[in-house]
């Protein structure tokens, strides 16, 4: 069965860190694009970050500067180190896996999701 998992939110202060990290089973995700999308309540899914087809990183808007995307090899775990947080990240956080040449900011780009982790900033 080929699971993603996310691990590491949970409630944080305002201007606070979190490290999410995200790991694969069942499958090999090394030729896939990895990302995190985030989702809060009543609100749309939302791309958060990933890496492009070549390997880049690529933010959101709202996140660039204070998200960091990584991965130490294409078979390690995911993660995404949350720095000076604010009230309006508080959501969802999913890791997704898509083909590298998909569009990248749209959810129905991605083929396998993990079930999600809560990530609460308190203001």
């Known amino acids: 069965q080929v699971q993603l998992v996310e691990s590491g939110g949970g409630l944080v202060q305002a201007g606070g860190s979190l490290r999410l990290s995200c790991a694969a089973s069942g499958r090999t995700f090394s030729n896939y694009a990895m990302g995190w999308f985030r989702q809060a309540p009543g609100k749309e899914r939302e791309f958060v970050a990933t890496?492009?087809?070549?390997?880049?990183?690529i933010y959101s808007d709202s996140v660039k500067g204070r998200f960091t995307i990584s991965r130490d090899n294409a078979n390690d775990p995911v993660h995404l180190q949350m720095n000076s947080l604010k009230p309006e990240d508080t959501a969802v956080y999913y890791c997704?896996?898509?083909?590298?040449?998909?569009?990248?900011?749209?959810?129905?780009?991605?083929?396998?999701w993990g079930q999600g982790t809560q990530v609460t900033v308190s203001s």
């Open positions: 890496f492009s087809w070549n390997g880049g990183r």
């Open positions: 997704a896996a898509r083909k590298p040449l998909e569009i990248f900011s749209d959810y129905r780009s991605y083929d396998y």
